[in-house]
């Protein structure tokens, strides 16, 4: 990777910092697992996007980035360990004492899901939930690859009754879909995929699961 130029960012970057991390902005120092970062640019991407801010502690401490391996660690994540690959934008900052911090820009994927490879080999999806990186459900991932698959707007049975359960109950689920219909758990799950695919649900992280609630 070629250098980047720095420009004056002291009280950019320290207003950011202020923000803590959060569903767009996470920290980074210590710089050494390329598929660990995959995780973050995956969750990011899946998401509305975000920004990693290299050189900064947890804390919020401005360390600085320590070398240009860190950068490239970075590239390395959402070349080799992404996919597809996510491209990313960097811009350097000065800020006071002569330290470096570095802005990684992520947008929104235009295909979802971007997955990240593990240390085992297998791949992941990941999205962003407040400042953690959480793994994407199965069914989070397979409605996000049938969603760019046209359907007419017109709701089958089983669909009807569905939406008749989330406008009792204000959520669904899987399993509650199963039961109130009287339906197979992969059944129901067809079902949600196909109302997410309408656009009439989207997925919202509570209570340490995924559900689906009314799209907005």
């Not at 008749?164 to 204000?170: K, P, S």
Request: charged share 30%; net charge neutral.
């Amino acid at each position: 990777m070629k250098d980047i130029k720095a420009i004056r960012g002291s009280f950019y970057i320290a207003r950011l910092i202020a923000e803590g991390e959060h569903e767009h902005q996470d920290f980074k120092y210590a710089i050494s697992d390329a598929r660990k970062i995959a995780r973050s640019v995956s969750a990011f991407a899946n998401n509305d996007g975000g920004r990693l801010l290299i050189g900064v502690k947890d804390n919020g401490t401005v360390a600085g980035v320590r070398n240009e391996e860190d950068i490239f660690v970075i590239e390395q994540a959402a070349q080799l360990y992404c996919r597809p690959e996510v491209e990313l934008r960097f811009t350097a900052f000065r800020v006071d004492g002569g330290l470096t911090v570095i802005r990684a820009e992520i947008d929104r994927a235009t295909a979802r899901p971007v997955m990240a490879q593990e240390p085992d080999g297998r791949w992941r999806a990941y999205y962003r939930v407040a400042d953690e990186n959480i793994v994407a459900p199965d069914l989070m991932v397979r409605a996000w690859r049938e969603s760019d698959t046209p359907r007419l707007m017109r709701l089958t049975d089983a669909e009807r009754k569905a939406m008749e359960i989330l406008q009792r109950d204000g959520s669904l689920t899987v399993e509650s879909v199963a039961r109130a219909a009287a339906i197979s758990h992969s059944t129901a799950a067809d079902i949600l995929v196909g109302l997410h695919s309408l656009g009439l649900v989207s997925f919202r992280y509570t209570h340490g699961a995924f559900i689906l609630v009314p799209a907005d």
